[in-house]
């Protein structure tokens, strides 16, 4: 492990990184051509995760420029007191160590990633997709000159450019100590390196998020909402894949018409419970698991639930422990939902859309966990360390 650079250092290699990015946009976008050029596959999310456009790079650069800005998170002290025999105790936050990082075809956390790591002491490891290696391989190749740029070993962003067999053999016996890992991507992804990893993992990336219209809700923001948290990004893990309508909604036929109208307009396919099938627009659904699926595509699932305690169970049962939303004018029904829906990040009147660092303040994420061990919701520069003790003394020792 790298020793840890002073914080004027690291601050030094984030601010040049930014520059860089803003220096190499033509040769950026020209490596990643070459990944969309190549892609073969017809996964609406992964290519659109994949491309990077002159947004995407404002934003790598955006996020750099705010890490730098930010307090160091290392050294905070969140705990002290002097002991009866003199011994000054405190507890400061410190660096995991070295993190891993498995993701699929989304070259902004070869940026966003290794600079919430490289700021808070960690060194990291990024195996990034095939399908993303020229954009990835480019994005490094920067970190590296921007590390040398400030005499930093360049060992703290390596890139793994392993095969699937590669990758398991590392998991299952790392020829480095590995300190956390942080799969992000699908469900398969997941479950293949909590399968083969042998020290901590964090789950994320899987969303399935639900929106309940509740019987008091204004029905002009609830179609505002699920159109903007459908629509507007489908590869997204905070895009919204459920809706739960109250049997008891005023004017609820109306609703449902003309909510199926608004997503028709975006190519929505519409999936419907027994309660609601029949509308014109709508299909049958025919398998629970349904409820289960992150769909990650432009299409939705809407059913219809009793009351407040049926929508939460069912959000509890089906969901991804990720992101729901109550639409409602009531403010007491929605802290009893806020309460108790098991997720990450929970929402009143408002578009699940903004689960990210970013939009929280955070100034960018490594990932967004649905764990709830060491940190749930975004993961942003404050939630990658651990702690340490320190202990001061003048020759104590115990009875």
Same mark, same amino acid.
């Given at each position: 492990?790298?020793?840890?650079?002073?914080?004027?250092?690291?601050?030094?290699?984030?601010?040049?990184?930014?520059?860089?990015?803003?220096? =190499?946009?033509?040769?950026?976008?020209?490596?990643? !051509?070459? %990944?969309?050029?190549? @892609?073969?596959?017809?996964?609406?999310?992964?290519?659109?995760?994949?491309?990077v456009d002159q947004e995407k790079i404002d934003?790598?650069?955006?996020?750099?420029?705010?890490?730098?800005?930010? %307090?160091?998170?290392?050294?905070? =002290?969140?705990?002290?007191?002097?002991?009866?025999?003199?011994?000054?105790?405190?507890?400061?936050t410190a660096p995991f160590g070295t993190i891993l990082i498995i993701y699929e075809s989304r070259p902004d956390v070869t940026i966003e990633a290794a600079g919430i790591a490289f700021k808070s002491g960690n060194k990291i490891l990024l195996k990034g997709g095939k399908?993303?290696?020229?954009?990835?391989?480019?994005?490094?190749?920067?970190?590296? !000159?921007?590390? =040398?740029?400030?005499?930093?070993?360049?060992d703290w962003v390596t890139y793994l450019q392993f095969n699937r067999t590669e990758t398991q053999a590392f998991l299952e016996k790392p020829d480095q100590k590995i300190d956390l890992i942080v799969p992000r991507g699908g469900e398969r992804l997941i479950a293949f390196v909590k399968e083969h990893a042998t020290c901590p993992v964090i789950v994320s990336g899987r969303g399935n998020n639900f929106v309940y219209?509740?019987?008091?809700?204004?029905?002009?923001?609830?179609?505002?909402?699920?159109?903007?948290?459908?629509t507007t990004k489908i590869s997204a893990c905070n895009a919204l894949d459920k809706v739960l309508v109250s049997s008891d909604l005023p004017r609820k036929q109306q609703f449902l018409q003309h909510l199926i109208q608004e997503l028709q307009k975006s190519d929505v396919e519409i999936l419907a419970d027994e309660a609601i099938s029949g509308m014109e627009g709508t299909k049958t659904i025919?398998?629970?698991q349904i409820w289960y699926e992150e769909f990650l595509d432009y299409k939705i699932a809407i059913g219809q639930s009793s009351d407040i305690e049926d929508a939460i169970s069912k959000i509890n049962t089906y969901g991804g422990g990720h992101s729901a939303s109550i639409i409602t004018?009531?403010?007491?029904?929605?802290? @009893?939902?806020?309460?108790?829906?098991?997720?990450?990040?929970? @929402?009143?009147?408002?578009?699940?859309?903004?689960?990210?660092?970013?939009?929280?303040?955070?100034?960018?994420?490594?990932?967004?966990?649905?764990?709830?061990?060491?940190?749930?919701?975004p993961i942003g520069l404050q939630h990658l360390v651990t702690n340490k003790w320190y202990v001061k003394g003048d020759g104590q020792t115990r009875k």
């Open positions: 492990m790298s020793l840890l650079l002073d914080i004027k250092q690291r601050n030094a290699v984030l601010s040049d990184m930014a520059q860089l990015l803003e220096q =190499e946009r033509t040769a950026i976008l020209a490596a990643n !051509k070459i %990944d969309l050029d190549s @892609y073969s596959g017809d996964d609406l999310a992964m290519r659109d995760r994949l491309k934003g790598m650069i955006l996020s750099l420029q705010q890490l730098a800005a930010q %307090d160091d998170p290392l050294g905070v =002290e969140r705990f002290s007191f002097t002991h009866e025999n003199g011994m000054q105790v405190s507890n400061k399908e993303s290696l020229n954009s990835n391989l480019f994005l490094v190749d920067l970190w590296h !000159k921007a590390l =040398e740029a400030n005499e930093a070993d360049t219209i509740d019987h008091e809700a204004d029905l002009e923001m609830a179609i505002d909402i699920i159109i903007n948290a459908k025919d398998d629970e004018a009531n403010s007491k029904t929605a802290e @009893y939902f806020m309460n108790n829906v098991d997720t990450a990040a929970v @929402y009143h009147n408002a578009s699940t859309r903004f689960t990210d660092g970013g939009q929280f303040g955070l100034g960018g994420e490594l990932a967004i966990s649905t764990d709830k061990l060491h940190q749930r919701g």
